[in-house]
């Protein structure tokens, strides 16, 4: 099946802790997002990739990291850094950027928490 | 960036009835997606309309658009208990590289 698969659903991070957030597609899509939602909100964008070897921040992209090796991958780490990273994470991609009306396909979210 | 905002916030209704929600923006955009997400799990699309456009149909829903008023609605007809979910509208503004996701609408569908 066609899609895109995000592990772990659930992850705990101790305070101080690296951890990242696994995202694959097998959608031969060019550009994959990580998303943001806070409980009751709307979706916030982390970092987003166009191409391979090349990604951008998004409006939050403090405390964040990502990488884009494969065109099928593209993990995020949340850092230290990270002052408030008990959050849903969202991976999503579509074909191209968004321009003449591209859908965006998710995956089904992890669900971080500091502990 | 310029999250659109939904409004209601939340919204419960019969089965039956028809759900309307909307969506205002602040900036000129190139179309209008409307997403739909169950509790905890992904976001799923439901439809696009583009600025050119003014109303579209898929299925049950009915999406109009109004670019001089920076609006949109979203209107569900004859809902179901399984149309309770939260939806988000997102613009892709003209000249942007993302969607811009709403604050989203909770409906809820009481059987």
């Known amino acids: 099946d066609g899609g895109i698969t995000q592990s772990p659903k659930y992850l705990f991070r101790k305070e101080g802790q690296n951890v990242t957030l696994s995202c694959e597609q097998n959608l031969n899509h060019d550009a994959m997002y990580w998303y943001r939602q806070d409980p009751g909100q709307g979706l916030r964008l982390i970092y987003y990739?166009?191409?391979?070897?090349?990604?951008q921040k998004g409006d939050i992209a403090e405390g964040y990291s990502v990488s884009r090796e494969k065109k099928e991958s593209f993990p995020l780490t949340v850092t230290s850094a990270q002052k408030n990273p008990t959050a849903f994470y969202l991976c999503?991609?579509?074909?191209?950027?968004?321009?003449?009306?591209?859908?965006?396909?998710f995956g089904e979210g992890s669900w971080l928490t500091v502990v | 960036s310029q999250q659109g905002e939904e409004d209601p916030q939340a919204l419960s209704i019969q089965e039956g009835e028809n759900a309307t929600m909307n969506c205002s923006y602040k900036t000129s955009i190139n179309n209008l997606q409307w997403y739909r997400q169950n509790s905890g799990r992904g976001l799923v699309h439901l439809i696009l309309?583009?600025?050119?456009?003014r109303e579209k149909h898929s299925g049950r829903l009915r999406v109009t658009l109004d670019t001089s008023k920076k609006s949109s609605s979203l209107l569900i007809t004859a809902s179901r208990a399984a149309d309770t979910a939260s939806y988000f509208c997102?613009?892709?503004?003209?000249?942007?590289?993302?969607?811009?996701f709403g604050t989203g609408t909770r409906l809820t569908v009481i059987p």
């Open positions: 997102a613009t892709e503004e003209t000249g942007a590289n993302n969607l811009f």
């Open positions: 309309i583009r600025s050119n456009e």
């Open positions: 990739s166009q191409i391979v070897n090349d990604f």
């Open positions: 999503a991609s579509s074909m191209r950027i968004p321009s003449s009306g591209n859908t965006i396909y």
